[in-house]
C-alpha cells in the first residue's frame, strides 16, 4: 500500500513538472495588461538578488523594469536567458556592483536606466555589447570618473545623463562622448565640475541640448567653437560664473541659454557675445529694477526688432512703471513675470498693462507667483487686442473689481485659480465675448448670479473646484449655451433652484462631487440630457432607504461615465430596483466606499456597455451578491471588487463576465474559491487575491494547482499569499499531498470491499444457493400480479391438499394416499402435479398456485423428495406460509427414516420439524402393520381437517431463524405425535 502511494505521487509531481512550462504566475513580477508576456514590473520587491526577481520570466520579455528594490549587485551574464530585452531599468536599487559581463548578450537593448543607485565604478566594458542602445541614465549615482572606453561601442546612443554624480573632470566625459555621433542629449547637471576645460578632442556635432547646471562653473575656458553646434545650453545654477567667461565662445547657433542664479550680468554678455539676444532665457538674472529693465529693452532692441517670448521671471520685481517695457523689441508670444514680488499696490493697474506701452502684440502674459491682492478696474480706454491667455494663479487676489478684464477682449484662457478670490464682482467678466476656458477654482466664492457669466458666450470650460457655493441660483448659466464642460466639485452645495441649469444646453461633463447634494434630482439635468456623458456624483450625502425608486437616469442614454462614490457619512446603502435603468450606453462606474449592504439583483440590468466597473470598498461586512446580479454585464472588462466584504466567489454570481480582462478581488472574506467559477471566465487575464483569509487546506488544494498552473491568468504574486496566521508555509506550498493520499486510501479501501465480495459472492452463492434460489422465487411470486389473485383465491380455496411427492414416490401416492382420502370414506380433494396442473404453464407458477390455492401442502418426504428440487421448492413455500404468514399448511409424511447427517442440509425442513408435528408411514413390515396404517390415515385425516387459519400459538417458539436453530433438537420429542416414533435423528 505503501508503494502505491509512492507511485500515485511521483505520476502527480510529474505531472504538475509537465505543467511547470505553461505557467503564467510570476515570483516578484507584474505583467502588463495585454503585453502579450513582453512588458514586466517587478518593483518595491525589496529583493536583493536579481536572479530572484528574474526566476520564472520568460524570455519573451522586452520591457523590464526592475526599479525600487534593493538590489545591491549586478554579476556576469545576469540577462542570459533574455536576449531580446529592449528596456531595461534598473534605477533606484542599492546597486554598487556592476559586474563586466553584466549586460552580455542584450544586443536588443535600447534603453537602459541605472539611476539613483550607489555605483562608484564602472568597467570599461560593461556597455561593449550595447550596440543597439539609444538612452543611458547613470543619473544619481557616486561616479567620480568613468573610464576612458565605457561609451566605445555605443554608436546609436541618443541621450546620455550622467546628472548627479561627483563628475569633476570635464575632458574625460568629452573623450568618452566625442565619437558618439547619434548623441543629442547630454545631462551633466548636480555635478563638481569647475570649468568646461578640454583636451583636444570636440562634442560631436549632433549634441543639441547640453546641460551643465547647478555644477561650480566659474569660468568656460573651452574653445571658441567647442559649443557651436549647441543649440541648448543651460548653465544655471553656477553662482560663480560671470559674463567674462563667454568672450569669444561661439553662441550663435544656441537657441535657448540658461543663465538663472548665474553671476552673469547680462548687459556684459550681451556686450560681449554674438549670441542671439533672442534666445537668451532672462529668468533670475538679477533684473529687478525699472532701470535694468528699460536698458535691457533698449540693448535688445538695438540688435532685433522682435522676439518671440521675453523671459523676466524670477528677478524679484516689485514694480513695473508706465512704459517699461515700451522700447523692448515687439514681442511676438509671451511675456513671463511669474515668480516676482509683483504686488497690487504698488502697481495701481498692473493688470492693466501700462508698462507695456507700445508693446501691444503679444498673446500670453503669465503673473503666476506674485503677490497681486486684488484686479480692479482699469481706468484706461486703451484695449489689448492681441492677448489670449492670461494667467493670475499662484497669486493672493482677494477681490475682482467690475470689468476688470475688459481692456483684454479677446482673451480665450483666464486662469483665476488658487488664489483668495472671495468678492467677484456681477460684473467682473463682462466683455468676454471669446473666453473659452474660466479657471475659477480654488478661491473662496460663495454666490455666483445671473450676470456673472452672462457675457461668457464662447465659454466650453468652466471650473469652480473647491469653493464655498452653496446655492446656485436661477438662470446663473443661461449664456453658457456652449460649455462643455462645467466643473463645481468641492463646494457646498445642497441645492439647485429649479432653473439654475437652464442654458446648459452643450453640457457633457458635469462634476458635482463632494457637495452636500442629498437626492439625485436628475429633473433639473434635463436641459442637457441628450449631451451628458459624465457626471460625477461622488462624496455627496446621497442615500437610499426603500428599494423601489423613481429610476433617475432614465432619459440619459449618452452617459458614459458615472462616479456615486463614497457618499457621507452613510454611503448609499442600498442600490435600488432598476436604478441604472436606461444607461445602455455606460461604459465605467464608481460605486466605491458606500456602505451598501443590499444591491438590487436587477440593478445593473441595463448597463449592457459596462467595461469598468469599481465597487472597491463598496460595501459594509458581508456583502451577500445575489446570483445574475451581472448577469448583462457582458461587456465588462475591468472589474475592482476590492475590500467589499466578499464571502464567495461563485459562479451564479460571476459566471456570466464573459469579456472580463481584469479582476480584483483583494481584502475579500473568501476563505476558498469555486476554481469553477474562474474558469468560467474566458477572457480572465490579470487576478489579484491578496489579502484574503485562504484556508490552507484541501479544500483549496484545486485552487492552489490552479494558481500556480492555469496557462492564460496572471494571479498577482502568488508566491506571497500566505496561509491563515501561525502556519508556516505558505499559500502556495502547503502540502496537498495529504488530499491526494487520502484519496488513494479511499481508492485502496474501496477496492479491498470490491475484491472481498468478489471472493464471497461465489463462495456464498455455491453454499446458499438453494436459498438463494428459493428467495428469488418467493420474492417472483410476491411481486407478481399472481400473488394478488393466489391470496384471493385462498380465501375459497381450490383444494384441500396439496400433495407435493417426488415422482419415485408415485406408486405409493397413488395406492395409498388417493384412495384414502379421494376415496374410502372421506372426500378430501387432493392435487396432483402429473392430474391438476395445469399443462403449458411454467411449473414455477403451477407449484405457487398449487400451494396457495390448497389448504394444506403434504409433503411426502423420503430421500428422493430431499434429492429433487422442485420438491425443495414446494416445501419452501410451505414453510413460508408456516413461519412468515403463520399459516399452518404444512404436513410432513416421512417414508423412510431419514439420518440428522441427511436432514442437515435441509435446515428449513429441520426447522420445519422442530416447530410442527410430522407423520411417520409405519410401511408393512412392523407388528399389526394394518393397525398401525389405519391409525396412521386417521390422524392425517384429522391433521388436514385443522384450519389453516393464522397461528399464534407458536409465536413464542418462533423468534426468528437463530433461534430456532439454537433450539436443542433432542427436546422437542415432547411434540412427535405418534408414539411409537422415535424419529430422532441422532
Ligand atoms: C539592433 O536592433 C535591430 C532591430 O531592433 C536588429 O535588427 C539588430 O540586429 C540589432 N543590432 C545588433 C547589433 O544586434
Ligand atoms: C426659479 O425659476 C422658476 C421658474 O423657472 C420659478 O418657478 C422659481 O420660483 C424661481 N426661483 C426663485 C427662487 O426665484
Known sequence: MACGHCQLLQLGVALIAAQMVATYTYQNCIEDQDSNKQSFKCMNRKKTNISAILYGLPESVLNLTISRNDIGKIPDKAFINFHNIQQLKLDSNHLNTIDKFAFHNLPQLQYLDLSSNNVSQLSSSLFRSLLNLTFLSLGGNKLQQLPGEIFSSLFKLDTLILRENLINNFSRIVESVSHLNKLQNLDLCFN??????????????????????????????????????????DLSYNSKLQAMAFKEIDLSRTNYLNLRSTGVKVATLLNITEINFGHVDFTGTGLNNDSLLRELCKMLSSKLTSIKKMRLGVNDIRYLSWDTLSDCPKITESLDLSQNSLTSKNNNGLHCFGFLGKNVFLKNINYEHNLLTALNTCRTKKRFYSIENLSFRYNRILLISKNAF??????????????????????????????????????????????????????????????RISVIFNRTFHSLGKLTILDLGGNKISNFQSSALKGLKSLSKFYLDGNNLKKIDMSLYHVFQDTLTVLDLKSNLIRFFKQTVHAPFVKFSKLQNLKLGGQRPHGLTLVPHAFFRGLGNLTSLYLSNNQISDIADDAFDDLTSLRFLTLDGCCNGNMALKPGTFKNLQKLAVFILENAGIQTFSKDVFGNLTKLNKLQLNHNGMQSFDVEALESLPNLRYLDIRNLPLSCTCSNSRLQNWTLHNPNVQVVYVYNLSCPKGEKHSFYNYDTRVCYIDLAEYLFFSTAVFAALFTAVPILYVKLYWKMKYGYYVFRSWCGEQWRRIKEEEENCAYDAFISYNSNDEEWVMEQLLPNLEGNGSS???????????????????????????????????????????????????????????????????????????????????????????????????????????LFWNQLRRAMKTGSKLETEYDDVEDGGAAADNYDFRDSDTRTLIADENFYIS
Open 828 to 934: 378430501f380433494k387432493l392435487c396432483l402435479h402429473h392430474r391438476d396442473f395445469e399443462p403449458g404453464r411454467d411449473i414455477v407458477d403451477n407449484i405457487v398456485t398449487a400451494v396457495y390455492g390448497s389448504r394444506k401442502t403434504i409433503c411426502v418426504v423420503s430421500r428422493n423428495f430431499l434429492q429433487s428440487e422442485w420438491c425443495s421448492l414446494e416445501i419452501q413455500l410451505a414453510s413460508y406460509r408456516l413461519f412468515d404468514e403463520h399459516r399452518d399448511v404444512l404436513l410432513l409424511i416421512f417414508l423412510d427414516t431419514i439420518t440428522e447427517r441427511q436432514m442437515s442440509s435441509y435446515h428449513r425442513m429441520r426447522k420445519v420439524m422442530l416447530k410442527k408435528t410430522y407423520l411417520r408411514w409405519p410401511g408393512s413390515d412392523g407388528i399389526n402393520p394394518m393397525q398401525a396404517q389405519d
Open 406 to 467: 475688459i481692456h483684454t477682449p479677446n482673451i480665450t484662457t483666464l486662469k483665476l485659480n488658487i488664489n483668495n478670490v472671495a468678492y467677484l464682482d456681477k460684473h467682473a467678466l463682462d466683455g468676454l465675448k471669446r473666453l473659452e476656458t474660466l479657471r475659477l477654482d480654488n478661491n473662496l466664492l460663495t454666490d455666483l448670479f445671473h450676470s456673472t457669466f452672462k457675457d461668457l458666450i464662447s465659454l466650453q470650460t468652466l471650473n469652480l473646484r473647491n469653493n
Open 192 to 233: 563638481k565640475l569647475t570649468s568646461l576645460r578640454h583636451s583636444n578632442v570636440s562634442l560631436p556635432k549632433s549634441l543639441a541640448k547640453l546641460l551643465i547646471c547647478n555644477n561650480n562653473l566659474s569660468t568656460l575656458e573651452c574653445g571658441p567653437s567647442f559649443l557651436k553646434w549647441v543649440s541648448l545650453l
